[in-house]
């Protein structure tokens, strides 16, 4: 078919190419994306006044439900309303989402544009999470590598993949801070705290879009979900969120705010009730937050079906007041439901709506494509595409970072890494050889197939030395179904009588009795967590504390490795079992890595992006928080039993050891808007190369309302030779330090005295203070 001629009005001026090589990467250098780039470089970015005329220009020839197509996101993974072809050539469709069959996209690309009235591209959106066909580690143990290069590096790369499919806008990254493990969501966002969650969602949007809008090969990012979502009551996925003003605005809000400074394209509004107005009808949030405060230019679309479930809620008396409470409150697309198409006509007529909101709204959606190229270049070339999935240098990068993500938090006697003592290693667990338990739950591009499981990467690494029995152990189910289980799923349990489960359970156990050490891979399976993937229990699911237990009793070593993606309870191993290594859900290359990392070829350096419960009773036990009577005691909040965390927040070991040390300031005081340079000196005192992670913690001594014991304010992850010892300086921004007084109801920077602390977890006691000055 011929491609049409777009109208001149669609054109861009020819200037020169966008440069591809500011960010700085870890390991592979950005000149090496050119080689294999499929979507064709733009034009200098235009600036908003011209994206916006472009935009008007063209909403000046729109009818009402061509504006209203617009406003429509449609799902594919099931019969759309009308054929997909039918809503693209009509106009009545603005994206399209689930759908990544690269030939198939790029045909309703063509559809849209040579066939529609306006010529209006579509946007194909997907769930890109961590990977699109190679798979990263998951978000939170992404925060675990607290290397926001390392994440944003993992999201280039999976823009890389998702673009030369065809698709150009990410739903990700999820920046809503948790501080409930039972909440299943909590894998995919940067865990408990809003300035490493800061950080984090910064790296992610520049992974993802590149440092422009529309840079080739790199899509646009979808902050979500704005606002609170991870505040879910009891940590029941969906459930309303109760969250005071302050801290909506010191602990929820900074990391959107971050990523949308960061330039981030796009939002989505929540599910949930936020202090009893659901996100998705929220003007405070989508408005007043968002366009007022935050100036975002950028559009808005609403969770799956979220339009329409705010009669749910008890809050919208039908559909249609639905959309109109959706749209005034500042969503400008409807995921998957069809309210505003349906029912805004009517309500435009009855006064409920004005064509300016919707002419807002779709000015905001065209902006969007404008600026990611798309009416300059709307297709993909699929013919290229499966050769652009999974590369060795895909492959090399999730498996570096899979090692970076890794926590250790247990090695007693240094059994790790391993000798090149052990000439058998029993292997066992339910999730040591599933290939898509490795992967983590939202990666259903991903093929499991591509996966390495443990088993696979320990026989790469070891066959030559040792030999590896391997047996599962005990098999493990989730009670409810999960809702992707048609999409992706572990595989089901094989064993159906207590008898087979029994004589596994003490098959396994001869294996290990015949092994000089034992490997556990314990842990949950994808699906255990996730969307709709929450818990009322953190203990190991099925029989693998007991599996675990009567392993430790064998008196063999017993390394435990766990694949899950939030806390769980550990308590027993944390005194039994001699090593204890998250391992997270690493991804596509997850078995090389673990290898990497056992045998030493690799030396762990995460740190723990969330505190670890000592008990489930504990949640939320986030440490930024306020203390009260008798500080002098403060994990004795629990008459049976400590209120100290299992792990502090910040905590991760490495085979190298490291101290920190002469802790200094650039000037005693430091003048509010100004940069404060701190100083440390970090030594590895091993003989080991490894990573540690220097963290810089605040505490501002007295205030507008009561501040927290520590907030960390720096970090940085620095790898150090055998014995070196290095002085990193940190920029303390002072802006950092100023809060939202519950007071004034007003950002503060309070002049005063702060205590400053530099270390390995929040519990550093390196200490020294400064004073802000006006
Ligand atoms: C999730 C979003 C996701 C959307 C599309 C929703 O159920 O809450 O995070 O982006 O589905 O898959």
């Given at each position: 078919m011929r491609a049409r001629a777009i109208p001149s009005l669609l054109m861009f001026s020819a200037v020169a190419i966008v440069s591809i090589g500011a960010a700085t990467y870890i390991s592979v250098p950005r000149n090496a994306v050119s080689a294999h780039q499929v979507t064709q470089p733009l034009p200098i970015p235009p600036s908003d006044a011209e994206a916006r005329a472009f935009a008007d220009k063209l909403i000046a020839k729109m009818t009402l439900a061509e504006k209203l197509g617009q406003m429509t996101q449609v799902p594919l993974n099931s019969p759309p309303p009308r054929p997909a072809d039918e809503l693209a050539r009509t106009g009545s469709v603005g994206s399209f989402l689930f759908i990544t069959d690269a030939a198939e996209i790029n045909r309703l690309q063509h559809v849209a544009v040579e066939q529609s009235r306006l010529h209006i591209p579509l946007l194909f959106g997907y769930d890109v999470i961590h990977g699109f066909r190679t798979i990263y580690p998951v978000p939170i143990a992404l925060a675990a590598s607290w290397d926001p290069s390392a994440a944003e590096q993992a999201q280039s790369m999976a823009a890389r993949e998702a673009r030369a499919t065809g698709i150009q806008w990410a739903f990700a990254p999820m920046v809503d801070i948790a501080r409930d493990p039972r909440w299943g969501r909590i894998m995919e966002g940067a865990g408990e705290d809003p300035f490493l969650g800061s950080r984090m969602a910064e790296a992610q949007v520049k992974g993802f879009q590149g440092a422009t809008l529309g840079e080739p090969d790199h899509i646009m990012a979808c902050v979500k979900h704005f606002a609170g979502y991870g505040a879910a009551s009891g940590g029941r996925d969906y459930e309303e969120s109760n969250i005071s003003d302050e801290q909506l605005w010191n602990v929820y809000l900074p990391p959107f705010h971050a990523a949308l400074e960061a330039g981030a394209g796009s939002i989505m509004s929540a599910y949930m009730d936020l202090n009893g107005v659901p996100a998705t009808g929220n003007r405070f949030l989508l408005h007043d937050v968002l366009r007022d405060d935050w100036n975002f230019h950028g559009m808005v679309v609403s969770d799956w079906a979220a339009v329409k479930s705010l009669t749910t809620h008890g809050f919208s008396k039908d559909d249609t007041d639905a959309a109109v409470r959706a749209l005034n409150a500042g969503v400008d697309m409807e995921m998957s439901t069809t309210n505003f198409q349906d029912k805004l006509p009517a309500a435009l007529h009855q006064g409920l709506v004005t064509e300016a909101a919707i002419n807002n709204a779709v000015r905001n959606i065209l902006i969007a494509k404008y600026k990611l190229g798309l009416f300059k270049n709307p297709y993909s070339d699929p013919s290229k595409t499966a050769s652009l999935m999974v590369t060795p240098e895909q492959r090399a990068t999730a498996r570096k970072i899979a090692t970076q993500t890794a926590v250790l938090l247990r090695d007693q006697d240094n059994l790790l890494p391993l000798s090149s003592k052990y000439k058998t290693i029993a292997l066992i667990g339910p999730l040591a050889d599933s290939k898509p338990d490795i992967m983590?739950?939202?990666?259903?591009?991903?093929?499991?197939?591509d996966s390495v499981t443990v088993l696979e990467g320990l026989h790469k690494r070891y066959d030559a030395t040792a030999k590896i029995l391997y047996t599962k152990g005990v098999e493990i189910e989730r009670e409810q179904p999960s809702i992707f289980d048609e999409q992706f799923s572990s595989p089901k349990p094989t064993m159906t009588t207590d008898a087979e489960r029994d004589t596994e359970f003490h098959h396994a156990l001869d294996l290990i009795n015949q092994s000089d050490v034992a490997i556990l891979v314990l842990?949950?399976?994808?699906?255990?967590?996730?969307?709709?993937?929450?818990?009322s229990s953190l203990d190991l699911p099925g029989k693998q504390e007991q599996l675990l237990e009567a392993a430790v009793a064998t008196g063999k070593p017993i390394v435990l490795v766990l694949l899950n993606a939030r806390p769980l309870n550990i308590t027993w191993a944390s005194k039994n079992v001699p090593v204890i290594l998250e391992a997270w859900y690493p991804g596509t290359e997850g078995g090389n890595a673990i290898a990497d990392l056992l045998s030493g070829d690799a030396n762990p350096g995460g740190k723990l992006p969330v505190a670890w419960p000592l008990t489930i009773g504990q949640i939320p036990i986030n440490y930024g928080r306020n203390l009260t009577q008798i500080p002098e005691a403060p994990n004795t909040r629990y008459w049976d039993g400590s209120?100290?965390?299992?792990y502090p927040f910040g905590y991760g070991l490495s085979y190298s050891t490291f101290t920190t040390t002469n802790l200094r300031i650039a000037a005693p005081t430091v003048h509010a808007g100004s940069t404060l340079q701190v100083s440390v000196d970090v030594q590895n005192t091993s003989n080991r190369a490894g990573d540690e992670v220097v963290e810089l913690y605040t505490h501002q001594r007295a205030g507008s309302a009561s501040r927290p014991v520590r907030e960390l304010k720096g970090f940085v992850r620095v790898s150090l030779k055998p014995n070196e010892t290095r002085t990193v300086t940190i920029a303390l921004n002072t802006k950092d330090l100023g809060f939202w007084s519950p007071q004034t109801h007003h950002w503060s920077m309070e002049p005063g005295t702060f205590d400053l602390w530099a270390g390995t977890d929040e519990t550093a006691t390196t200490h020294t203070t400064f004073d802000l000055v006006p």
């Open positions: 983590g739950s939202w990666c259903l591009a991903g093929h499991p197939s842990g949950e399976l994808q699906s255990m967590s996730g969307e709709r993937a929450s818990r209120s100290a965390p299992l």
